[in-house]
């Protein structure tokens, strides 16, 4: 079963990270805010997603957002290469 895109863009408010998954993101990307969450979601409802595995790909401006799709726990955020 193909999984839509629209599924993540719909689940949008179920985004969430742990604490370690805030300060890993914050670290990798420079992120001097506290609402790393709101800010990620920003940048989804605009990017380019793409499934692979049990994983979303969150392709945007200048980094890359992993989130796992059964749980929409955001695990890494990183700058793109």
């Known amino acids: 079963m193909k999984v839509s895109v629209n599924n993540l863009l719909g689940n949008i408010e179920k985004i969430h990270t742990t ?4 300060e ?6 420079g992120l001097k805010t506290k609402d790393i969450i709101g800010w990620c979601r920003k940048k989804i409802e605009k990017a380019n997603i793409t499934k ?4 979303w790909y969150v392709q945007t ?11 929409y726990t955001i695990i890494t955020a990183h700058k793109s290469r």
């Open 19 to 22: 604490e370690m998954g805030f």
């Open 61 to 71: 401006d200048d980094c890359v957002i992993t989130i796992n799709s059964s749980s």
């Open 24 to 29: 890993r993101i914050s670290k990798n990307l």
């Open 52 to 55: 692979k595995g049990k994983n």
